[in-house]
């Protein structure tokens, strides 16, 4: 799926099963989600070389999200692309099944690793990145890590020792959408200017929007071009992407839409993926 249409409407599909997974469990993290949902659309449907139907595929690439609790937009987009039941989703954060607040690689078809401490998923992608690059297998390893999450320390670590390996074979995103759970991130623990700290790492920067398909496809080509460095995508975004009344707004970091709020947010939705519909057809 590479049409840019198709794309839009997917991610507009994975928006509201997002929304609808959250409001049905009562709780959960919409905000980053939201502001996720296109670069995950972009990888499952246009780039990545995966098999829903082996999901454990030796030679797939892999997926870490390294801000685990934005697992409305993965489970949404997994389920989406077939790893399992959309119907499934309604389990979200259940005791009955395991779709839980966070990444879970045994009980998750289509999951490549556990997350959920910040920080932590960068480092797990190097290692599969550096596995592929020693056992001389072609397949990429792709993360997202969010903009308040790199105040972690580790998260330094890990692009030191990707740039240190030459891991070409590596692509994270950062989903910089400006918001962290306890405001801005400027106010918490300022982060700027990103390009320029990743590049004294030695990484390949690409800077983009982060909602416009055209910036997010081209710069995963780039990526694949650069085969000597590992390469952040910048992608600015807004947090609560997609539903007007979350779209940044710190306080949508991690809490439940009651039921006249998803009543909005899902007609707000229902009316692009209408408008979509009209247009891929």
Aim: include cysteine; proline fraction near 4%.
């Amino acid at each position: 799926m590479d049409k840019i249409n198709d794309l839009k409407l997917m991610a507009a599909k994975t928006r509201l099963l997002a929304v609808d997974a959250v409001h049905g469990a009562k709780s959960g993290h919409p905000g980053g989600s939201l502001s996720c949902a296109d670069a995950l659309v972009a990888l499952y449907f246009s780039k990545m070389n995966i098999d829903p139907a082996n999901p454990k595929w030796e030679d797939r690439d892999r997926f870490v999200l390294s801000k685990g609790h934005c697992t409305p937009a993965l489970y949404s987009v997994l389920a989406l692309r077939g790893f399992f039941p959309v119907e499934d989703l309604k389990l979200f954060r259940s005791i009955k099944a395991h779709y839980s607040g966070h990444p879970d690689m045994k009980n998750v078809p289509g999951v490549d690793m556990s997350t959920g401490s910040l920080g932590q998923g960068l480092s797990a992608a190097v290692g599969m990145a550096l596995a592929a690059k020693v056992s001389g297998k072609s397949y990429r390893t792709y993360a997202i890590c969010g903009d308040g999450e790199i105040a972690e320390g580790q998260i330094w670590e890990a692009a030191m020792a990707a740039a240190k390996w030459k891991l070409g074979n590596l692509c994270m995103f950062l989903d910089s959408n400006g918001l962290q759970i306890d405001g801005k991130v400027e106010d918490v623990m300022p982060s700027a200017p990103l390009d320029k700290k990743f590049d004294a790492f030695n990484w390949n920067v690409l800077t983009i929007n982060g909602h416009d398909f055209n910036e997010i496809l081209a710069a995963l080509k780039e990526a694949e071009k650069c085969t000597d460095k590992p390469t952040v995508i910048i992608m600015k975004t807004e947090k609560g992407k997609g539903v007007s009344f979350m779209e940044n707004q710190a306080g949508w970091h991690g809490k439940a839409p009651d039921d006249e709020q998803y009543a909005t947010a899902k007609a707000e939705l229902e009316a692009v993926i209408a408008e979509l519909e009209k247009e891929v057809k």
